[in-house]
């Protein structure tokens, strides 16, 4: 499964989104940032990320009902500063568009944006994701006016593919970014 990668950046570290993590989100702020071993600051959860996000990662995480659902948490690192502090997550989702297909989605807290941290996540993430057998596409989707989200697509290879796609389970009036894995056609 996906979600046993554990992803060490430069910067961060992506740790797999588990049950036990995700339920102590929900319930347990101090137990959360215990099992993180990071500071979790005051305005989590980030844009786009609330309670029925959280039950639906919950739900299909115990569940089991989608094979290449995953998430991680973003932990700025800085051992240097003697610091690990919650900044962001990420994960992936099946795509109804394509079996081949993955779904990637992000969100940082809005102290930590414009830093590079999405960034620098995603080009970690990519790898990732087309190391799995069959996924030969990365797709994401962003409202227009979320310029930087558009540019740590577009940093990352990502490349306009139009808008809504009139694809299910993609929000009207999102943009849709794709970006196919090396050799693919």
């Known amino acids: 499964m996906i979600t046993e990668f554990r992803i060490r950046t430069k910067r961060l570290d992506l740790v797999p989104a588990t049950i036990q993590l995700l339920e102590s989100e929900r319930d347990d702020t101090e137990t959360f940032a215990r099992l993180l071993d990071a500071v979790v600051p005051g305005s989590w959860p980030p844009p786009l990320v609330d309670a029925e996000t959280l039950g639906e990662f919950i739900r299909i995480t115990s569940e089991k009902t989608d094979p290449f659902f995953s998430s991680w948490y973003w932990i700025r690192d800085d051992p240097s500063a003697g610091e690990r502090v919650l900044i962001g997550c990420g994960g992936i989702a099946s795509s109804t568009v394509s079996p081949d297909t993955v779904c990637i989605r992000y969100s940082v807290l809005e102290e930590f944006q414009n830093k590079g941290y999405a960034t620098e996540a995603v080009r970690h993430l990519i790898p990732v994701l ?53 050799g693919a056609a």
Do not use: D, W
């Open 130 to 182: 087309f190391s799995f057998p069959g996924i030969q596409q990365v797709m994401a989707t962003t409202n227009p006016h979320l310029a930087a989200s558009i540019r740590v697509l577009e940093k990352n290879g990502f490349m306009y593919a139009g808008e809504n796609c009139n694809c299910e389970g993609i929000e009207e009036g999102t943009a849709v970014y794709t970006r196919k894995k090396p």
